[in-house]
Protein backbone atom coordinates (compact mmCIF):
# COMPACT_ATOMS: atom_id res chain seq x y z
CA UNK A 1 0.00 0.00 0.00
CA UNK A 2 1.61 3.35 -0.76
CA UNK A 3 1.82 6.00 1.58
CA UNK A 4 -0.30 8.94 0.66
CA UNK A 5 1.70 12.13 0.12
CA UNK A 6 1.71 15.71 -1.38
CA UNK A 7 5.25 15.27 -2.98
CA UNK A 8 6.86 13.10 -5.48
CA UNK A 9 10.23 11.43 -5.56
CA UNK A 10 12.32 10.38 -8.71
CA UNK A 11 15.29 8.41 -7.91
CA UNK A 12 18.09 8.19 -10.47
CA UNK A 13 20.30 5.74 -8.58
CA UNK A 14 24.40 6.25 -8.39
CA UNK A 15 25.87 2.66 -7.91
CA UNK A 16 28.61 2.36 -5.04
CA UNK A 17 30.78 5.54 -6.46
CA UNK A 18 28.27 7.93 -6.81
CA UNK A 19 25.40 9.38 -4.92
CA UNK A 20 21.68 8.96 -5.82
CA UNK A 21 20.39 11.91 -6.56
CA UNK A 22 16.46 12.54 -6.07
CA UNK A 23 14.25 14.58 -7.51
CA UNK A 24 11.64 15.78 -5.36
CA UNK A 25 8.37 17.61 -6.71
CA UNK A 26 6.95 19.32 -3.83
CA UNK A 27 3.21 20.43 -4.99
CA UNK A 28 4.16 23.38 -7.58
CA UNK A 29 8.02 23.18 -6.80
CA UNK A 30 11.19 20.65 -7.34
CA UNK A 31 14.41 20.22 -5.86
CA UNK A 32 17.29 18.07 -5.95
CA UNK A 33 18.68 16.40 -3.04
CA UNK A 34 22.40 15.49 -3.89
CA UNK A 35 24.13 15.84 -6.92
CA UNK A 36 26.09 12.61 -7.19
CA UNK A 37 29.00 11.59 -9.38
CA UNK A 38 29.56 13.69 -12.73
CA UNK A 39 28.10 11.10 -14.93
CA UNK A 40 24.87 9.83 -12.85
CA UNK A 41 24.43 13.93 -12.55
CA UNK A 42 24.73 14.61 -16.31
CA UNK A 43 22.23 11.40 -17.20
CA UNK A 44 19.97 12.45 -14.79
CA UNK A 45 19.61 15.74 -15.80
CA UNK A 46 19.30 14.32 -19.02
CA UNK A 47 16.47 12.01 -18.03
CA UNK A 48 14.47 15.13 -16.12
CA UNK A 49 14.64 17.28 -19.68
CA UNK A 50 13.97 14.42 -21.90
CA UNK A 51 11.00 13.40 -19.75
CA UNK A 52 9.91 17.36 -18.94
CA UNK A 53 10.22 17.01 -15.23
CA UNK A 54 10.38 20.51 -13.65
CA UNK A 55 13.26 22.18 -13.60
CA UNK A 56 14.81 22.05 -10.20
CA UNK A 57 14.75 24.93 -8.02
CA UNK A 58 17.79 24.21 -5.33
CA UNK A 59 19.99 20.85 -4.80
CA UNK A 60 19.77 20.19 -1.22
CA UNK A 61 23.32 18.52 -0.51
CA UNK A 62 22.94 15.88 3.04
CA UNK A 63 26.76 16.34 3.37
CA UNK A 64 30.03 17.72 1.63
CA UNK A 65 32.04 14.33 0.50
CA UNK A 66 32.93 14.38 -3.33
CA UNK A 67 30.94 11.85 -4.39
CA UNK A 68 27.32 13.88 -3.26
CA UNK A 69 28.65 17.07 -4.74
CA UNK A 70 31.08 16.52 -8.02
CA UNK A 71 27.78 16.69 -10.10
CA UNK A 72 26.74 20.32 -9.02
CA UNK A 73 28.29 21.53 -12.09
CA UNK A 74 26.85 19.26 -14.80
CA UNK A 75 23.38 20.07 -13.06
CA UNK A 76 24.02 24.05 -12.93
CA UNK A 77 25.49 23.70 -16.99
CA UNK A 78 21.40 22.28 -17.97
CA UNK A 79 19.54 24.13 -14.77
CA UNK A 80 21.26 27.21 -14.35
CA UNK A 81 22.66 28.94 -11.24
CA UNK A 82 19.93 27.57 -9.27
CA UNK A 83 20.90 27.96 -5.22
CA UNK A 84 23.49 25.14 -3.81
CA UNK A 85 22.98 24.54 0.08
CA UNK A 86 24.61 22.85 2.32
CA UNK A 87 25.53 23.13 6.32
CA UNK A 88 27.21 25.25 7.48
CA UNK A 89 30.55 23.58 8.02
CA UNK A 90 29.89 21.72 4.38
CA UNK A 91 29.07 24.91 2.79
CA UNK A 92 32.43 26.01 3.81
CA UNK A 93 34.38 23.62 2.76
CA UNK A 94 33.20 23.40 -0.58
CA UNK A 95 33.45 26.93 -0.55
CA UNK A 96 37.09 26.57 0.24
CA UNK A 97 37.63 23.91 -1.82
CA UNK A 98 38.81 21.41 1.16
CA UNK A 99 39.76 18.56 -0.68
CA UNK A 100 41.01 16.45 2.28
CA UNK A 101 37.04 16.55 4.10
CA UNK A 102 35.23 16.10 1.26
CA UNK A 103 37.29 12.96 0.32
CA UNK A 104 37.88 14.25 -3.21
CA UNK A 105 41.65 13.81 -2.47
CA UNK A 106 41.67 10.58 -1.09
CA UNK A 107 39.55 9.27 -3.45
CA UNK A 108 41.37 11.15 -6.59
CA UNK A 109 38.80 12.87 -7.49
CA UNK A 110 39.06 16.38 -8.73
CA UNK A 111 37.16 18.70 -6.44
CA UNK A 112 34.86 21.18 -9.11
CA UNK A 113 34.79 25.12 -7.44
CA UNK A 114 31.93 25.96 -6.50
CA UNK A 115 29.56 28.44 -4.55
CA UNK A 116 27.57 26.67 -1.89
CA UNK A 117 25.07 28.59 0.48
CA UNK A 118 24.36 27.79 4.15
CA UNK A 119 21.42 26.08 4.73
CA UNK A 120 19.38 27.51 7.46
CA UNK A 121 18.72 24.27 9.48
CA UNK A 122 16.56 25.70 11.96
CA UNK A 123 14.55 27.57 9.62
CA UNK A 124 13.39 25.48 6.98
CA UNK A 125 9.88 27.77 5.96
CA UNK A 126 12.26 30.34 4.38
CA UNK A 127 12.52 27.94 1.28
CA UNK A 128 9.00 27.63 -0.19
CA UNK A 129 9.90 24.22 -1.80
CA UNK A 130 10.98 22.32 1.43
CA UNK A 131 7.20 22.65 2.18
CA UNK A 132 6.18 19.88 4.62
CA UNK A 133 10.31 18.93 4.91
CA UNK A 134 12.18 19.24 8.22
CA UNK A 135 16.04 19.20 7.83
CA UNK A 136 17.79 17.90 10.87
CA UNK A 137 20.99 17.64 12.08
CA UNK A 138 22.67 14.25 12.04
CA UNK A 139 26.47 14.39 12.39
CA UNK A 140 28.73 11.39 12.63
CA UNK A 141 29.49 9.95 8.93
CA UNK A 142 30.84 13.39 8.50
CA UNK A 143 30.37 16.72 10.96
CA UNK A 144 27.91 18.70 8.21
CA UNK A 145 25.37 15.36 8.04
CA UNK A 146 21.56 16.56 7.56
CA UNK A 147 18.45 14.45 6.62
CA UNK A 148 16.06 15.83 5.32
CA UNK A 149 12.13 14.05 7.27
CA UNK A 150 8.75 14.76 5.75
CA UNK A 151 7.24 13.85 9.36
CA UNK A 152 3.46 13.82 8.19
CA UNK A 153 4.30 10.93 5.55
CA UNK A 154 7.31 9.31 7.14
CA UNK A 155 9.47 10.12 4.28
CA UNK A 156 13.24 10.43 4.85
CA UNK A 157 16.34 11.64 3.03
CA UNK A 158 18.78 10.56 4.86
CA UNK A 159 21.84 10.88 3.21
CA UNK A 160 24.89 8.74 4.06
CA UNK A 161 23.82 8.36 7.74
CA UNK A 162 21.42 5.00 7.06
CA UNK A 163 21.23 2.80 4.26
CA UNK A 164 18.01 0.38 3.41
CA UNK A 165 19.36 -2.57 5.02
CA UNK A 166 19.98 -1.09 8.27
CA UNK A 167 23.37 -0.51 7.39
CA UNK A 168 25.15 2.57 8.51
CA UNK A 169 27.40 5.10 6.65
CA UNK A 170 31.60 4.98 8.20
CA UNK A 171 32.76 7.42 10.26
CA UNK A 172 36.34 6.84 9.87
CA UNK A 173 36.65 9.57 7.07
CA UNK A 174 37.64 13.21 8.20
CA UNK A 175 35.20 15.08 10.47
CA UNK A 176 33.45 11.53 10.54
CA UNK A 177 32.98 10.41 14.67
CA UNK A 178 31.47 7.13 15.81
CA UNK A 179 29.98 8.77 19.03
CA UNK A 180 28.35 11.47 16.82
CA UNK A 181 26.92 8.49 14.39
CA UNK A 182 25.59 6.52 17.42
CA UNK A 183 23.63 9.60 18.80
CA UNK A 184 22.05 10.47 15.62
CA UNK A 185 21.25 6.84 14.98
CA UNK A 186 19.31 6.80 18.26
CA UNK A 187 17.68 10.23 17.27
CA UNK A 188 16.54 8.78 13.92
CA UNK A 189 15.12 5.32 15.44
CA UNK A 190 12.98 7.99 17.64
CA UNK A 191 11.04 8.88 14.01
CA UNK A 192 8.50 7.12 12.03
CA UNK A 193 10.16 6.25 9.18
CA UNK A 194 7.94 4.72 6.55
CA UNK A 195 9.88 4.90 3.49
CA UNK A 196 13.72 5.29 3.14
CA UNK A 197 15.89 7.02 0.57
CA UNK A 198 19.64 6.95 1.15
CA UNK A 199 22.50 8.28 -0.76
CA UNK A 200 23.64 4.95 -1.71
CA UNK A 201 21.35 1.72 -2.68
CA UNK A 202 18.15 1.10 -3.33
CA UNK A 203 15.12 3.03 -1.57
CA UNK A 204 12.55 1.43 1.27
CA UNK A 205 9.05 2.23 0.23
CA UNK A 206 7.21 -0.83 2.60
CA UNK A 207 8.20 -1.90 5.60
CA UNK A 208 11.24 0.19 6.01
CA UNK A 209 13.93 -1.09 8.74
CA UNK A 210 14.96 2.39 9.28
CA UNK A 211 17.92 2.78 12.10
CA UNK A 212 18.70 -0.58 13.69
CA UNK A 213 21.87 0.25 15.36
CA UNK A 214 24.64 -1.98 15.06
CA UNK A 215 26.13 -0.77 17.93
ZN1 LIG B 1 29.52 10.37 2.46
Redesign the pocket.
Known sequence: MSIPHSFHVTAFYGGFESSNIFLVENGPHAFLVDAGMAETAAAAAEDMRKNDFPAPEAIILT?R?I??VAGVPVIKRIFGEIPILAERSGARALNYGDKISTGAALFGIPLPSMSVKELQIEDSSLYPFLEGFEILRTPG??EDSIVLFHRKSGFLFSG?TVFANGGV?RWDLPTGSLSELVKSIEFLRTLDVKALYP?HGPSVESGVLCCITPF
Do not use: L
Request: aromatic share 0%.
Open positions: HHDHHSDGG
